[in-house]
C-alpha cells in the first residue's frame, strides 16, 4: 500500500470494540466503514459514544467482509471465536489486528499463523503494551545493560470481578477461565519478550477464595504462579480477581545492578516508571508518555501506529504471532499445573 492511501477498516465485537473505533476514528491514515455486532443496539451505541456518524452497521462477521471490503479487520469478540474470525478475515486477504489471547487452543492459535502466512498479510495480537512508548523505554535500558543482567520478573494484578461479572465466556476453562488468563495474560506476553527464552518448566496454585487445590474446573480467583525460562531467568506473578481494592497491571524486572518497577497508580500516571540503579540506592521516576496512556490500557492507541507502519513498511509489528504463540503456550502449562497439581515443563508440548 502506498503512503497517503487511507486503510479502510471494520470491527468486530462492540464492546471492547469501542475502544478500537475511538483509536480508528482518531486517525486520518484509516476510516472505519463498517462495525459488526450480534446486537446491533450495542453498535450503534458505542458508535455514538465515540461521536461516529455514516458506519454501517452489520450483525454478521463474513457479511461485512465481503460488503465494506476493508483492507484492515479488527477481531475484539469473545476469544473462542478469535481465531476463526480472524482466519476469515486474512482469506479474503484483510490485515487482522485480532485481540488477546490468540485463541482457546494452540492448534487454533497455529492455524492464524498459517492463514496469515498464506495471505502475506500483517496480523498483529491485542498485547497493547508491547507497543507502548512505556515499553520501549524499559528494553531500550534493559537492552543497555542498566540493570546488569536480568535475573527475577514479577507481575502482581488485583482485580475487582464487578468489572468483568457480565461476560460468562471469562469463566469458563475452555474459554479463558478467568482474569489470570485473560488479563494477566498482557504481563506474561511481556515476560516472554524480556526473557528472549522460551519458559522451561511452570508451577501454579490457585482456585476459589480459601481452597486448597489442584482445580480441575473451578475458577481460579486467586493464584500465585512461577515460571523458570530457558535461560535461568525467574519469575512470579500473584493475582487475586475479587480484590475490593482494584489495582491492576504492576510489574517489574530485577537485574544484578538496579531494578525497574511499573504501576499505573504512581501519582505520575500510567505511563510512568521507577528505575533503581547503583544496588537501588539511586531512583530516578520517568513519566514516559502520561498524556496518552489509560489505565490498563498503555500502548491502545500506539498499537495502531506499529500496524499502520507494519503495513506500509513491512517493519515487524510489535505484538507478533510468535509472542502471541508462545505466551498461549505458557498459559496452557498454567492452566494444567493448575488442574493437576504439578510442575508442567516445556517439553509437554509439540506445538
Ligand atoms: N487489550 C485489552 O486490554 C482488552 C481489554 C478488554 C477486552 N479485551 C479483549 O477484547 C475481546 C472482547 O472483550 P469484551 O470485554 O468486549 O467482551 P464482551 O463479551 O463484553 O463483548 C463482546 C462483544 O462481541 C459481541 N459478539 C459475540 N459474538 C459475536 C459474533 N458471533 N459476531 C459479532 N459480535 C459478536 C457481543 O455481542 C459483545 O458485544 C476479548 O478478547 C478480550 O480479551 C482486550
Redesign the pocket.
Known sequence: MKAGETLRAVI??????GEHAHNIAARGDMKLVGV????AG?ARAALAHEQIADVPVYTD?ETMLKEAAPDVAVI????A??AAMAIAALQKGCHVLV??PLATTLEDAHAVRRARDAAGTVCQV?Y?KLSSPLMHEVERIIAAGRLGELVVMWAHEFRDVVNIA??A?RFRREDTWGMFF?CQI?QFSLMMKLAGADFHRVCAFGGPKGRCGPHETALPETVSASIEFANGIRASAALSQISQTHQNDMFGFVGTDGRIEVDPYFPEGPGSFKLYTAHGLYKTHTVVDGHKASH??IGSTEQYDRLVDSIRTGAPVAADLRNAIDTQRLMKAFELSLAEGRIVKREEFTL
Open positions: 468486530t465485537g462492540m464492546k471492547h470494540g459488526c455486532d450480534l446486537d450495542r462477521h475484539a469478540t469473545p476469544v471465536l478469535h485481540e488477546k491485542g497493547e457480565s461476560c465466556w485473560d498482557h490498563g490500557h
